[in-house]
């Protein structure tokens, strides 16, 4: 099986929940399909969605909730 990369489209902040009460969108081991949301990237105050393009399973998250980020950094890996 192949790794693929999910990448920030923004720079910003990533946030794995849409808010600190509630769960993660996904979880290490969880199954993704093309267009499933796994966070959230924050730029001034504005929340973007970031979708797996890819159907797999996330084998890891490159960077924890809360994390700066730049635009093009790898967020997750998935197993495709």
């Not at 929940?17 to 290490?28: A, G, I, L, T």
């Not at 490159?62 to 093009?72: H, K, R």
């Amino acid at each position: 099986m192949a790794t693929e990369e999910i990448k920030s489209p923004l720079p910003g902040v990533f946030y794995r929940r849409p808010s600190p009460d509630d769960p993660p969108y996904k979880d290490v081991g969880d199954s993704v399909a093309p267009g499933d949301v796994i966070g959230l990237i924050e730029v001034m105050k504005s929340f973007h969605e970031v979708k797996a393009d890819k159907a797999g399973k996330i084998t890891r998250f490159v960077l924890e909730n809360e994390d700066a980020v730049m635009a093009g950094q790898t967020l997750a890996e998935i197993e495709v």
